[in-house]
């Protein structure tokens, strides 16, 4: 098992930056694939970004965050990083944490999840 809680939200005004954290207990953190999922209101959740243990990173395909997010992750802490810059309105949306091993989009644990709200 693998225990996820995620930091870091809150409201930011468009334009700004959030870093968010997602600190990791349990087993191995670095035997896991971690990436960051977010899921807007009224929509299903969406891959953002994940890493390997190796720094390997994933973004997701379309340019909703390619060039403004960046994935990281410090296994010393067991800990992984999502820095958000250039923050837009529409980035607003509950951004969850998920570890797994069967690759970028695809979580066997998730955390519960941290608020972003930008506003225009």
């Known amino acids: 098992q693998v225990q996820l809680v995620e930091s870091g939200g809150g409201l930011v005004q468009a334009g700004g930056s959030l870093r968010l954290s997602c600190a990791a207990s349990?087993?191995?953190?670095?035997?896991?694939?971690m990436g960051w999922f977010r899921q807007a209101p009224g929509k299903e959740r969406e891959f953002v970004a994940a890493?390997?243990?190796?720094?390997?990173?994933?973004?997701a395909d379309s340019d909703s965050v390619k060039g403004r997010f960046t994935i990281s992750r410090d296994n010393a802490k067991n800990t992984v990083y999502l820095q958000m810059n250039s923050l837009k309105p529409e980035d607003t949306a509950v951004y969850y944490c998920?570890?797994?091993?069967?690759?970028?989009?695809?979580?066997?644990?998730w955390g519960k999840g941290t608020l972003v709200t930008v506003s225009s």
């Open positions: 998920g570890a797994g091993v069967r690759g970028p989009t695809l979580m066997d644990y």
């Open positions: 349990g087993r191995t953190f670095s035997s896991y694939l």
């Open positions: 890493i390997r243990w190796s720094s390997t990173t994933y973004y």
